[in-house]
């Protein structure tokens, strides 16, 4: 039987709106703030944030809505359900004008990624859907996404960040002969990545991801069959305080994700730092 039939069809078409209030901007020379450390923070962010947090609340006037762009609410440490937003996924993606920025909304449950959707507004591609099926929307063909079945590592494709990318990641690489590498901005594309076969492996060793980083992409790779971790091989915990994934992120196709995370811990020290 299929789950979460409302959930998923509203937090795809918001997404996919909210990717159109994005692209109004993208042309325009807009407003820019800086967060803590190096984060810029745009107009667009807000309107997007805006624009989401109505559309769920009418959808879900009951539910929880944490977002990377408002306060949190400690109703969230031990709440049963509530969403996750993160209404522009790579802000410095949007101000360079590279295309690699996305809408990101999920739903978590009982502690756990329970529905997602990710939508990159400058390729018309939406990937999202549940822990037991996920799908992908490209320029209106939709597909089932399941990931690739590639367990040799010297075949597999890491998709690495654009903007942060740390030693200890290069370490990692050179371990496991992993040489192929696809550059791309946001999170949740890349995890996209991964779902849609055309990638094996993510991995962040830092503690710069935050719960709305993750928790949609999560929800769509599980669906298409494959697995996200910390570095220690633990599930991410969305109701810590710090809001951070202070163990990392590995994503993978989850064929040998396991030997991954045996193969790391020689090599890294944990928690990470925020940077």
Request: charged share 25%; with cysteine; aromatic share 8%.
């Amino acid at each position: 039987m299929e789950t979460y039939i409302q959930e998923k069809e509203v937090a795809k078409q918001i997404a996919l709106r909210a990717g159109q209030v994005i692209l109004e901007y993208y042309s325009k020379n807009v407003s820019v703030t800086m967060k803590s450390g190096d984060e810029p923070v745009t107009e667009v962010d807000h309107a997007a944030n805006n624009f989401i947090i109505e559309n769920l609340q009418k959808a879900f006037p009951e539910d929880l809505i944490i977002s990377e762009e408002r306060a949190d609410d400690p109703k969230r440490l031990t709440a049963k359900r509530f969403w996750l937003v993160d209404p522009l996924d790579g802000t410095k993606e949007f101000l360079a004008h590279n295309g690699e920025f996305s809408v990101m909304i999920g739903l978590v449950e009982w502690g756990k990624p329970v529905v997602g959707a990710v939508f990159q507004p400058t390729e018309n591609r939406l990937w999202w859907g549940d822990r037991t099926k996920s799908f992908m929307l490209d320029n209106g063909v939709e597909t089932t996404l399941q990931v690739s079945d590639r367990t040799d590592f010297q075949a597999m494709r890491a998709v690495v960040s654009r903007s942060h990318r740390s030693a200890l990641l290069d370490q990692v690489f050179a371990k496991f002969n992993i040489t192929n590498e696809i550059i791309s901005g946001s999170g949740g594309i890349k995890i996209g990545l991964i779902s849609q076969a055309k990638a094996e492996l993510m991995a962040s060793a830092s503690a710069g991801y935050k719960i709305w980083d993750i928790c949609a992409p999560e929800a769509i790779l599980i669906g298409a069959g494959g697995i996200v971790t910390d570095f220690a091989g633990q599930p991410i915990d969305y109701q810590n305080k710090e809001q951070r994934a202070f163990n990392g992120i590995l994503a993978s196709n989850g064929k040998c994700h396991s030997d991954l995370v045996l193969g790391m811990k020689d090599l890294i020290t944990l928690p990470f730092s925020k940077k």
